[in-house]
């Protein structure tokens, strides 16, 4: 009985107290290093969040500044509504038309009132140019836009 219970206590306490303290301090270890894999991943997110926004601002800047300063490159609406209304009747370089049925606009010139007034009635009244081919809002950009380019090209 004495011998046998010095063996179990002698074995229990022995071993079973070393393999005890080392998982413990395994399990510690274990813990720490993962808690130090999540705290980095954290940081490292954090960083990536706080750097993202700069990145994107950095990204849509030039974009915004190149779809700004690139809209007026194209046809303006008056040039295209010229070129597709007017222009197969009319000179107007601006508009990139070159037709010699009425008379050329960059020649002429007129006052945005005189363009309105070709535009209601038809020309000067010959019959060849229709009256009405615009009205309202978009023949004045028209009459504004002729005015404007005529015989400066652009
Ligand atoms: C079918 C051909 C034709 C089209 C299309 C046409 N014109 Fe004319 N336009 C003429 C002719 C021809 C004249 C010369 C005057 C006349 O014969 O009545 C003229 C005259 C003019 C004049 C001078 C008017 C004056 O008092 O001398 C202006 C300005 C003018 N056109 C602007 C325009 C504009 C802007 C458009 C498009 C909305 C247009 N024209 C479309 C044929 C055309």
Redesign the pocket.
Known sequence: MEEEQQEQSGDGNGTGADEGGDRTLQAWLAGIAIGCLVVAAMIVAYEIGKNNPDQEAAVKKPVAAAGSSGSPAPASPEAST?AS??G???TLAAADTDAT???N?DD?Q?DSA??M???EN?????G???AG??SGEEAQA?ADY?AKSAGSGK
Do not use: D, K, Y
């Not at 038809?122 to 010959?126: C, K, L, P, Q, V």
């Open positions: 010229f209304t007017c197969s009747c009319h049925v009425g008379p606009l002429l007129p005189m363009v007034a070709a535009i038809g020309g000067a009244g010959s060849v140019m229709p081919l615009l028209v002729v």
